[in-house]
T-cell receptor, first 114, second 109 residues
């Protein structure tokens, strides 16, 4: 059973388009995250939600808007895509506290903006 | 500013060598230090460390945390080509995970 899943796995689109990436976890975790990993492999947090509430919003353009309809889902919508948005986007979930603080990552979504 | 720094950035070794990867951290509300291995896909969890001086081992990999000096090391003995990957460390402060830039390890046959 997939613990953290993301769709799509690959996304190729033109500049200026709007696209969404979906993430779902079946681990019963309270907290979900979106990370961006650039070509230099640096993993940088973008957003974190705990029980559907936004708790971390790093310096990310407001073209990026996360939405959490329930604690098992955290979707990422990107408006007016730019070339610099090309990266791998990872969703992750974790269960802070109780000694279980590991993060489980989704397989990633490779976004290429042309 | 919270940060995690890894060194070296990259490393090339021959099969059978032993390597030590370093991770130092400066974060508020530190809770744990985590190590991940990333090949071509998503990072996969290796270790979580919360207490100083207690070594965690998994096969040829081991890791230890020093909370006084604020660093951790990841050791890999008798390296194999399958160990080639980027190794990430991250510091957890509750709901936030701060990642280092990673160490890219290449093991040559």
């Amino acid at each position: 059973d997939t613990a953290v899943s993301q769709t799509p796995k690959y996304l190729v689109t033109q500049m200026g388009n709007d696209k969404s990436i979906k993430c779902e976890q079946n681990l019963g975790h309270d907290t979900m995250y979106w990370y961006k990993q650039d070509s230099k492999k640096f993993l940088k947090i973008m957003f974190s939600y705990n029980n559907k509430e936004l708790i971390i919003n790093e310096t990310v353009p407001n073209r990026f808007s996360p939405k959490s309809p329930d604690k098992a889902h955290l979707n990422l919508h990107i408006n007016s895509l730019e070339l610099g948005d090309s990266a791998v986007y990872f969703c992750a979930s974790s269960h802070p506290g109780g000694g279980i603080e590991t993060q489980y990552f989704g397989p990633g979504t490779r976004l290429l903006v042309l | 500013e919270d940060k995690v720094v890894q060194s070296p950035l990259s490393l090339v070794v021959h099969e059978g060598d032993t390597v030590t990867l370093n991770c130092s951290y400066e974060v508020t509300n530190f809770r744990s230090l985590l190590w991940y291995k990333q090949e071509k896909k998503a990072p996969t969890f290796l270790f979580m460390l919360t207490s100083s001086g207690i070594e965690k081992k998994s096969g040829r990999l081991s890791s230890i945390l020093d909370k006084k000096e604020l660093f951790s090391i990841l050791n890999i003995t008798a390296t194999q080509t399958g160990d080639s990957a980027v190794y990430l460390c991250a510091s957890n402060t509750g709901n936030q995970f701060y990642f280092g830039t990673g160490t890219s390890l290449t093991v040559i046959p």
